[in-house]
């Protein structure tokens, strides 16, 4: 079974760039999480999603960051514009309904100058 | 609101040697606890988790845990530890029930080295 997949694996961008990532989840995975992972710090859930609707988004930056999953399949989190403070590793994790279990992708890497 | 606390952010320990990693969480409601390890530019595996029914889990590679309510702890225990074990390890807690209650909140981590 293929895992979770995640594009780009490492990206660097100046500030008040735009930056957009990609997630496929585990194929008939219902739910798909984004998480915020800073330089020593434990992952921070950014937005949660449950087919193609918003389940949990309150630790959103809704100024800058935005989220997507039309198809009820893959999703991207956009950020415009980065500051320096988004410099972290941005997690997506995919669970089957109603499962405890979240599995989750190898990351993508922002680095903002 | 859930909230956890790895009480180490750093364990060194030798090979062979045993090892606990510590992790304290605070909630009011009824709670589902899990281990994630993170090796070096990899995302998170799942370890073992508690959801209900006895509190000793046992997970992958000879990982366990023990859950205690009264303590409202949840330490990760191996008896025997491998170099490849070296890993940062987060203690996850999210509120029990459904999906619509999904969101991990995760401590700071701890940094497991495993010395030759």
């Known amino acids: 079974e293929a895992g979770v997949a995640q594009s780009p694996r490492y990206k660097i961008i100046e500030k008040r760039q735009s930056v957009a990532f990609w997630c496929n989840p585990i194929?008939?995975?219902?739910?798909l999480y984004w998480y915020q992972q800073i330089l020593g710090q434990g992952p921070k859930l950014l937005i949660q999603?449950?087919?193609?609707?918003?389940?949990?988004d309150s630790q959103l930056p809704k100024d800058r960051f935005s989220a997507e999953r039309l198809k009820g399949v893959d999703s991207t989190l956009k950020i415009q514009p980065a500051k320096l403070e988004d410099s972290a590793v941005y997690l997506c994790?995919?669970?089957?309904?109603?499962?405890?279990?979240?599995?989750f992708g190898p990351g993508t890497r922002l680095l903002v100058l | 609101a859930q909230s956890v606390t790895q009480l180490d952010s750093q364990v060194p320990v030798f090979e062979e040697a045993p090892v606990e990693l510590r992790c304290n969480y605070s909630?009011?409601?009824?709670?589902?606890l899990f281990w994630y390890v993170q090796y070096p530019n990899q995302g998170l595996q799942l370890l073992l988790k508690?959801?209900?029914?006895?509190?000793l889990v046992k997970g992958i590679n000879g990982f366990e845990a023990e859950f205690n309510k009264s303590q409202t702890s949840f330490h990760l225990r191996k008896p025997s530890v491998h170099i490849s074990d070296t890993a940062e390890y987060f203690c996850?807690?999210?509120?029990?029930?459904?999906?619509?209650?999904?969101?991990?909140?995760f401590g700071q981590g701890t940094i497991l080295t495993v010395h030759p």
């Open positions: 994790a995919s669970s089957p309904a109603d499962k405890e279990t979240q599995y």
């Open positions: 194929s008939g995975h219902a739910t």
């Open positions: 999603f449950q087919n193609n609707g918003v389940v949990d």
């Open positions: 909630s009011s409601v009824s709670v589902y």
């Open positions: 508690y959801l209900s029914g006895s509190t």
């Open positions: 996850a807690v999210r509120r029990a029930g459904g999906t619509s209650y999904g969101k991990l909140t």
